[in-house]
């Protein structure tokens, strides 16, 4: 499919809308929060979308970790039948955000590496691409060490990106600046995929996508500041300059030591409670991510009214399937837990 | 050739005692095919040590230390050995001659490592070096200066910028001396007052300084010349240690890749029994077997098993409810159209297999595009050469041979059709026209052809629901009976527009047309209903009517652009003619009197059109297959059917 507007978004929004409309409902959402434990919690998902995922594996196999992944599988069909029918010119950007969690995968077996973790431990806990990624992450794994891994990358385009920050971790012997620059250079490349759409569909990636570089540079310029206490050209380093509706003045406020929750007050004037949000102790910043979240979900909602021919609905479907996976995840952990409604919910995205 | 090869599902209870000897007669026919029946374990036998689980993680450990020695020695993994796999080797002994192999290669195979890296090492800092090579300055002074901080090294382009403005309340300097790629040579200086805040902006952003070993000193010039020599030790190093390494690879290459190939059928071995379900003194074995190839395979069975059960469960075409692997039957000179139709996907089991489709229809649409006597004659040639394996560069390309070789003769066939040879159409007479001078016809007849070819995915979607017995896809699908109707209404209709008095009054193909297009619509519903699918609509009204309205829209587009999509067999027949005349009309240019440059002219030119030409028209040839034609009626989706073997090198079926 080469063209794009009416004639390359036809079938591609005929697609997302059928979709969409298997996306669970704040009823449902309701219902699953209601169950008793985690096997009613099974059962319940098998009568939705999720269930021919979840009937792949035998019920004494599904654990929590493993429901977990077989729901992400649904994630990774939707990406791939996505990708595969959108215009030729808004394909890179969504492989690119497609890549997002194969940089995950990436952190995820380095750390696993690091801990000495067992193939079977850390399988489960990555994105389920099956063949299509570039990361060899058994390979890795079996590396057993990270400099012999990230030489198994050589032929990937992260290889690159790591080795700049390989002698800083020969010498601090931390994950840290590794998954600072496979960050960094993730969001640099999907910014510049979304730069490089024509008019309609760059202001609808911008709105989306930005929303989430915006929560995402903000949350990591705070928690650089507030929590590592890290120095002003550290986080500027570490943060990036360009962004939706945060600027690279606040991001470079807060790095020189401004109040954080006057500008994210600023920048989203709605929030409620920001400086206890912002504030060191607690689990502030996760629930003010978890707000800030909550307005992609809004915005990914709005993107299904009006004109349809760009690439926000198919954008916006996929966020919200992962949103949704989050919020399934919440309840995975928390019925295999036995933590009461009022506690998990505060941590899910949808409001049911 | 028609279908897929039928397949028998297929269930064995085998013996404990009889177990290798059935794993092995399973794996040397390569007509079975292994479903994972491991969770057929009983509970008591669930608790039991997993004897063959540990076996086969022995195997695996073992076959990748092996490919890491041959890897080391740079040697080829070979071939089984002729006499076939007799019974898995003993683990603790090979174990024992792994090691003592694994020992020596791995000794030197790390030395030529450090060596190749130190090389890299320091070639990265001369490159580094390089910018500040007329630099009068000494380096190590520079570093240890009291009142500057400097940093002279490498780091990535992108955080050039960033690093900068993380310095902007401090004084400093900031030169990129030499960019290549992502990666830039950089130096930045300022107040070792400063220092604190420096280092923590050299780090954060991935600055690199470059560290020069205890023993260089001095200006970068003597530097330079340091590190040349220290390169040129390096080299003569690795070039021992390679000397090393083939001797070793010499002595020891038979050892290797037998012990390889015993080791990795061992493996393969146990990985099959660990995939079987387990009960008290029996197996269960579970899978595929190619349904005229079974009786063979249950007599060698019976052979090496007295006691042994075997279950069949025939698959019939039209009750498939499961995924049964695919395996395909065509004859030799079919693979490289079989290849074709595998890109694209395999077919379902019970759907048409459209190899031989594509093999008529394929070097027909590509000679159509491509129709000359020479440059046909020069693709077969070309083909040839493919197949012939001769031409080294060429050999990965040879599985392409069969294909240029007939789409060459088809092609020639179509240069005497157009009369055409080397684009020029005045020397040969044509069977039927010259493009060039009957455009319109060519591209009439084009469009002709497609609907032809249209229709016939039509008739074949019509006939592979009747074979799967899916009445709804027959009926009310696009490209079922409703949408052959609406596409032949609408192709009626135009013409009715053009010719007066067309046999078929408008009305009534208005009315068809209406019809159909109401059926389409709301195709979803209808099936429904043939098939007793309740409820009728699943995800409400709403979205169902956006959905139906675009099904129709597509469905519209998708006709009129397939349809119009065949005039490039009549456009491009037409622009061989005048793409080839352009070679012509240069030579002549630059070489008026026609001597050796109009001729040197004529055969590259030639030979670059009919290089660049033939791939353009295979990949439209291919776009007209794989977009108009199959879309009509393939669904595809199959799954291969991968026999167990014990031995890699078994293709076994395609």
Same mark, same amino acid.
């Given at each position: 499919?080469?063209?794009? !507007?009416?004639?390359?978004?036809?079938?591609?929004?005929?697609?997302?809308?059928?979709?969409?409309?298997?996306?669970?409902?704040?009823?449902?959402?309701?219902?699953?929060?209601?169950?008793?434990? #985690?096997?009613?919690?099974?059962?319940?998902?098998?009568?939705?979308?999720?269930?021919?995922?979840?009937?792949?594996?035998?019920?004494?196999?599904?654990?929590?970790?493993?429901?977990?992944?077989?729901?992400?599988?649904?994630?990774?069909?939707?990406?791939?039948?996505?990708?595969?029918?959108?215009?030729?010119?808004?394909?890179?950007?969504?492989?690119?955000?497609?890549?997002?969690?194969?940089?995950?995968?990436?952190?995820?077996?380095?750390?696993? =590496?690091?801990?000495?973790?067992?193939?079977?431990?850390?399988?489960?806990?990555?994105?389920? #691409?099956?063949?299509?990624?570039?990361?060899?992450?058994?390979?890795?794994?079996?590396?057993?060490?990270?400099?012999?891994?990230?030489?198994?990358?050589?032929?990937?385009?992260?290889?690159?990106?790591?080795?700049?920050?390989?002698?800083?971790?020969?010498?601090?012997?931390?994950?840290?600046?590794?998954?600072?620059?496979?960050?960094?250079?993730?969001?640099?490349?999907?910014?510049?995929?979304?730069?490089?759409?024509?008019?309609?569909?760059?202001?609808?990636?911008?709105?989306?996508?930005?929303?989430?570089?915006?929560?995402?540079?903000?949350?990591?310029?705070?928690?650089?500041?507030?929590?590592?206490?890290?120095?002003?050209?550290?986080?500027?380093?570490?943060?990036?300059?360009?962004?939706?509706?945060?600027?690279?003045?606040?991001?470079?406020?807060?790095?020189? !030591?401004?109040?954080?929750?006057?500008?994210?007050?600023?920048?989203?004037?709605?929030?409620?409670?920001?400086?206890?949000?912002?504030?060191?102790?607690?689990?502030?910043?996760?629930?003010?991510?978890?707000?800030?979240?909550?307005?992609?979900?809004?915005?990914?909602?709005?993107?299904?009214?009006?004109?349809? #021919?760009?690439?926000?609905?198919?954008?916006?479907?996929?966020?919200?399937?992962?949103?949704?996976?989050?919020?399934?995840?919440?309840?995975?952990?928390?019925?295999?837990?036995?933590?009461?409604?009022?506690?998990?919910?505060?941590?899910?995205?949808?409001?049911? | 050739?028609?279908?897929?090869?039928?397949?028998?599902?297929?269930?064995?209870?085998?013996?404990?005692?009889?177990?290798?000897?059935?794993?092995?007669?399973?794996?040397?026919?390569?007509?079975?095919?292994?479903?994972?029946?491991?969770?057929?374990?009983?509970?008591?036998?669930?608790?039991?040590?997993?004897?063959?689980?540990?076996?086969?993680?022995?195997?695996?450990?073992?076959?990748?230390?092996?490919?890491?020695?041959?890897?080391?020695?740079?040697?080829?993994?070979?071939?089984?050995?002729?006499?076939?796999?007799?019974?898995?080797?003993?683990?603790?002994?090979?174990?024992?001659?792994?090691?003592?192999?694994?020992?020596?290669?791995?000794?030197?195979?790390?030395?030529?490592?450090?060596?190749?890296?130190?090389?890299?090492?320091?070639?990265?800092?001369?490159?580094?070096?390089?910018?500040?090579?007329?630099?009068?300055?000494?380096?190590?002074?520079?570093?240890?200066?009291?009142?500057?901080?400097?940093?002279?090294?490498?780091?990535?382009?992108?955080?050039?910028?960033?690093?900068?403005?993380?310095?902007?309340?401090?004084?400093?300097?900031?030169?990129?001396?030499?960019?290549?790629?992502?990666?830039?040579?950089?130096?930045?200086? !300022?107040?070792?007052?400063?220092?604190?805040?420096?280092?923590?902006?050299?780090?954060?952003?991935?600055?690199?300084?470059?560290?020069?070993?205890?023993?260089?000193?001095?200006?970068?010039?003597?530097? =330079?010349?340091?590190?040349?020599?220290?390169?040129?030790?390096?080299?003569?190093?690795?070039?021992?240690?390679?000397?090393?390494?083939?001797?070793?690879?010499?002595?020891?290459?038979?050892?290797?890749?037998?012990?390889?190939?015993?080791?990795?059928?061992?493996?393969?071995?146990?990985?099959?029994?660990?995939?079987?379900?387990?009960?008290?003194?029996?197996?269960?074995?579970?899978?595929?077997?190619?349904?005229?190839?079974?009786?063979?395979?249950?007599?060698?069975?019976?052979?090496?098993?007295?006691?042994?059960?075997?279950?069949?469960?025939?698959?019939?075409?039209?009750?498939?409810?499961?995924?049964?692997?695919?395996?395909?039957?065509?004859?030799?000179?079919?693979?490289? #159209?079989?290849?074709?139709?595998?890109?694209?996907?395999?077919?379902?089991?019970?759907?048409?297999?459209?190899?031989?489709?594509?093999?008529?229809?394929?070097?027909?649409?590509?000679?159509?595009?491509?129709?000359?006597? *020479?440059?046909?004659?020069?693709?077969?040639?070309?083909?040839?050469?493919?197949?012939?394996?001769?031409?080294?560069?060429?050999?990965?390309?040879?599985?392409?041979?069969?294909?240029?070789?007939?789409?060459?003769?088809?092609?020639?066939?179509?240069?005497?059709?157009?009369?055409?040879?080397?684009?020029?159409?005045?020397?040969?007479?044509?069977?039927?026209?010259?493009?060039?001078?009957?455009?319109?016809?060519?591209?009439?007849?084009?469009?002709?052809?497609?609907?032809?070819?249209?229709?016939?995915?039509?008739?074949?979607?019509?006939?592979?629901?009747?074979?799967?017995?899916?009445?709804?896809?027959?009926?009310?699908?696009?490209?079922?009976?409703?949408?052959?109707?609406?596409?032949?209404?609408?192709?009626?209709?135009?013409?009715?527009?053009?010719?007066?008095?067309?046999?078929?009054?408008?009305?009534?193909?208005?009315?068809? *047309?209406?019809?159909?297009?109401?059926?389409?619509?709301?195709?979803?519903?209808?099936?429904?209903?043939?098939?007793?699918?309740?409820?009728?609509?699943?995800?409400?009204?709403?979205?169902?009517?956006?959905?139906?309205?675009?099904?129709?829209?597509?469905?519209?587009?998708?006709?009129?652009?397939?349809?119009?999509?065949?005039?490039?067999?009549?456009?491009?027949?037409?622009?061989?003619?005048?793409?080839?005349?352009?070679?012509?009309?240069?030579?002549?240019?630059?070489?008026?009197?026609?001597?050796?440059?109009?001729?040197?002219?004529?055969?590259?030119?030639?030979?670059?059109?009919?290089?660049?030409?033939?791939?353009?028209?295979?990949?439209?040839?291919?776009?007209?297959?794989?977009?108009?034609?199959?879309?009509?009626?393939?669904?595809?989706? !199959?799954?291969?059917?991968?026999?167990?073997?014990?031995?890699?090198?078994?293709?076994?079926?395609?």
């Amino acid at each position: 499919m080469a063209s794009s !507007g009416i004639s390359g978004y036809a079938a591609v929004n005929a697609r997302v809308r059928v979709m969409y409309s298997a996306l669970l409902t704040p009823q449902e959402m309701g219902r699953l929060s209601e169950t008793p434990d #985690f096997n009613s919690l099974m059962e319940q998902l098998k009568h939705t979308a999720y269930g021919p995922y979840l009937e792949q594996v035998r019920d004494r196999d599904l654990t929590p970790r493993r429901a977990a992944f077989q729901l992400r599988e649904r994630l990774a069909n939707a990406y791939s039948s996505i990708i595969g029918i959108v215009p030729d010119q808004t394909r890179p950007l969504l492989v690119q955000l497609y890549r997002f969690f194969e940089v995950s995968n990436l952190k995820a077996v380095l750390r696993g =590496i690091v801990k000495g973790e067992h193939w079977d431990v850390v399988r489960y806990l990555l994105f389920p #691409f099956g063949t299509r990624t570039v990361i060899p992450a058994e390979e890795m794994m079996t590396a057993g060490n990270i400099a012999p891994a990230v030489e198994l990358l050589r032929s990937t385009p992260y290889y690159e990106t790591l080795s700049y920050a390989m002698k800083r971790y020969n010498a601090e012997q931390s994950l840290f600046p590794l998954e600072v620059t496979l960050d960094l250079n993730y969001w640099r490349d999907l910014w510049k995929n979304v730069k490089q759409l024509s008019s309609l569909d760059r202001t609808q990636a911008s709105r989306i996508l930005g929303t989430m570089l915006d929560i995402t540079n903000l949350m990591w310029a705070i928690r650089y500041r507030t929590y590592y206490r890290l120095s002003e050209e550290e986080v500027i380093n570490y943060t990036l300059p360009f962004g939706y509706h945060v600027h690279d003045e606040d991001i470079r406020g807060i790095a020189a !030591g401004a109040d954080a929750a006057q500008i994210v007050q600023r920048v989203y004037p709605g929030l409620t409670q920001v400086e206890n949000l912002t504030a060191k102790s607690g689990d502030g910043l996760s629930q003010l991510e978890l707000q800030l979240q909550r307005r992609v979900f809004d915005q990914c909602q709005a993107a299904f009214v009006g004109d349809p #021919f760009h690439v926000g609905i198919p954008l916006a479907y996929l966020l919200l399937s992962d949103l949704e996976i989050q919020d399934l995840v919440v309840l995975i952990e928390a019925k295999s837990s036995n933590i009461p409604a009022e506690k998990f919910k505060q941590y899910m995205i949808m409001k049911n | 050739m028609f279908y897929p090869e039928e397949m028998t599902e297929i269930e064995l209870v085998v013996p404990a005692k009889d177990l290798l000897a059935v794993t092995k007669a399973l794996g040397e026919q390569a007509i079975f095919q292994q479903s994972d029946s491991s969770y057929l374990t009983g509970e008591s036998e669930l608790a039991q040590p997993k004897e063959w689980q540990d076996k086969a993680s022995a195997y695996a450990a073992l076959e990748r230390r092996i490919q890491t020695t041959m890897q080391a020695l740079e040697l080829a993994e070979g071939e089984p050995s002729k006499k076939g796999f007799d019974a898995p080797v003993d683990v603790n002994s090979v174990q024992a001659v792994v090691g003592q192999l694994e020992g020596e290669a791995r000794k030197t195979s790390e030395q030529l490592t450090n060596e190749t890296r130190q090389v890299e090492y320091l070639e990265g800092m001369l490159r580094q070096l390089q910018p500040v090579a007329d630099v009068d300055i000494d380096l190590s002074k520079l570093q240890g200066s009291h009142s500057l901080f400097s940093v002279l090294g490498v780091m990535p382009v992108e955080n050039m910028e960033r690093l900068q403005t993380s310095l902007s309340r401090i004084p400093f300097v900031f030169l990129p001396l030499h960019q290549e790629g992502k990666e830039a040579v950089v130096w930045l200086a !300022g107040s070792n007052a400063n220092s604190d805040i420096l280092k923590r902006a050299v780090s954060s952003s991935y600055l690199n300084p470059l560290t020069l070993p205890e023993n260089v000193k001095g200006k970068p010039s003597e530097i =330079i010349a340091s590190l040349n020599s220290q390169i040129a030790n390096s080299k003569n190093k690795i070039r021992d240690l390679k000397n090393t390494l083939v001797s070793l690879r010499e002595a020891h290459t038979q050892r290797l890749q037998r012990l390889l190939w015993e080791v990795r059928s061992s493996r393969m071995l146990t990985d099959a029994i660990v995939r079987y379900g387990r009960l008290k003194y029996t197996y269960l074995i579970v899978g595929w077997a190619i349904a005229s190839k079974l009786p063979q395979l249950q007599e060698k069975l019976r052979k090496v098993s007295n006691e042994i059960l075997i279950e069949t469960f025939p698959i019939k075409r039209s009750e498939v409810k499961q995924n049964v692997p695919v395996a395909l039957r065509n004859p030799k000179g079919f693979l490289p #159209f079989q290849d074709l139709v595998t890109t694209y996907a395999r077919p379902l089991y019970n759907e048409l297999d459209p190899t031989f489709l594509i093999a008529i229809t394929f070097p027909l649409l590509f000679g159509a595009m491509f129709g000359d006597v *020479a440059h046909g004659l020069m693709l077969a040639l070309l083909g040839v050469l493919l197949l012939s394996k001769k031409v080294k560069a060429l050999r990965s390309l040879a599985s392409l041979g069969g294909l240029v070789t007939i789409c060459g003769l088809v092609a020639t066939a179509f240069g005497f059709v157009y009369g055409s040879i080397f684009g020029i159409e005045t020397i040969l007479p044509a069977l039927w026209i010259h493009p060039m001078e009957n455009i319109l016809t060519i591209l009439g007849t084009a469009v002709g052809a497609g609907i032809f070819l249209l229709t016939v995915g039509f008739i074949i979607n019509i006939f592979n629901a009747a074979m799967s017995r899916n009445w709804g896809r027959l009926i009310f699908d696009k490209n079922g009976l409703v949408g052959l109707a609406f596409y032949w209404s609408l192709l009626g209709y135009a013409a009715g527009s053009f010719i007066s008095n067309f046999p078929i009054p408008k009305t009534a193909l208005l009315v068809t *047309a209406v019809i159909s297009a109401f059926f389409i619509m709301f195709a979803e519903i209808f099936k429904h209903l043939v098939e007793g699918h309740r409820p009728l609509i699943e995800d409400g009204v709403g979205t169902y009517a956006i959905q139906a309205f675009f099904e129709l829209f597509e469905a519209l587009i998708g006709m009129l652009s397939n349809t119009l999509s065949y005039v490039r067999l009549g456009a491009f027949a037409v622009a061989h003619a005048g793409l080839s005349s352009v070679i012509f009309i240069v030579g002549s240019l630059i070489n008026p009197g026609q001597g050796v440059v109009y001729w040197i002219i004529v055969v590259l030119g030639n030979i670059g059109l009919v290089l660049f030409e033939g791939l353009i028209v295979g990949i439209q040839t291919m776009r007209l297959e794989y977009y108009e034609f199959f879309s009509k009626f393939y669904n595809g989706g !199959g799954s291969r059917f991968e026999p167990l073997t014990l031995s890699a090198s078994d293709k076994g079926v395609n």
